[in-house]
C-alpha cells in the first residue's frame, strides 16, 4: 500500500519561495515510480504541476510550473520535493503528491495522492 505525506507548506509573500516535501511510503517488492505534484486551488479543479522519473532524469512541467518551479527526488530517502519559486497570489493551493501509474499522460491526474499541504501566497 502506497503511502504519501506532503510537508512544508506556509504562507509567504507574493515573489517568495518555498520547498515541499513528500515522503513516500511504498512496498520495496513495486518498482519505483515515477512521482508527480498536483495542486487545487479554492473553487478550481485540480490541476497537474509535474512529474518526474523513476531515476530523476526527465521532469515535466505544466506552462504555470516551468521556469518557476522543480521537481526534484531523493530515492534513497524515498522523498520527493517541489521546490516552488517566485510564488505568486496564483500559486495559493492545497499541493498533493502523486504516484504517477505507468501510461499516465501528461497532464492527467493521478488518482493516488497524500493528503496535502496548503500553500498561501499574499500580495
Known amino acids: 500500500q502506497v503511502r504519501l505525506v506532503e510537508s512544508g507548506g506556509g504562507s509567504v509573500e507574493a515573489g517568495g519561495s518555498l520547498t515541499l516535501s513528500c515522503e513516500a511510503s511504498?512496498?520495496?517488492?513495486?518498482?519505483?515510480?515515477?512521482m508527480g505534484w498536483v495542486r487545487q486551488a479554492p473553487g478550481k479543479l485540480l490541476e497537474w504541476v509535474g512529474s518526474?522519473?523513476?531515476?530523476?532524469?526527465?521532469?515535466r512541467y505544466a506552462a504555470s510550473a516551468k521556469g518557476r518551479f522543480t521537481i526534484s527526488r531523493d530515492n534513497a530517502e524515498n522523498t520527493v520535493y517541489l521546490q516552488l519559486n517566485s510564488l505568486q497570489t496564483e500559486d495559493t493551493a492545497i499541493y498533493y503528491c502523486?504516484?504517477?501509474?505507468?501510461?499516465?499522460?501528461?497532464?492527467?491526474?493521478?488518482?493516488?495522492r497524500g493528503r496535502g499541504t496548503q500553500v498561501t501566497v499574499s500580495s
Open positions: 511504498i512496498p520495496t517488492t513495486s518498482v519505483r515510480p515515477c
Open positions: 518526474i522519473s523513476s531515476d530523476s532524469i526527465k521532469t
Open positions: 502523486a504516484k504517477v501509474p505507468a501510461g499516465l499522460g501528461i497532464g492527467q491526474i493521478p488518482s493516488v
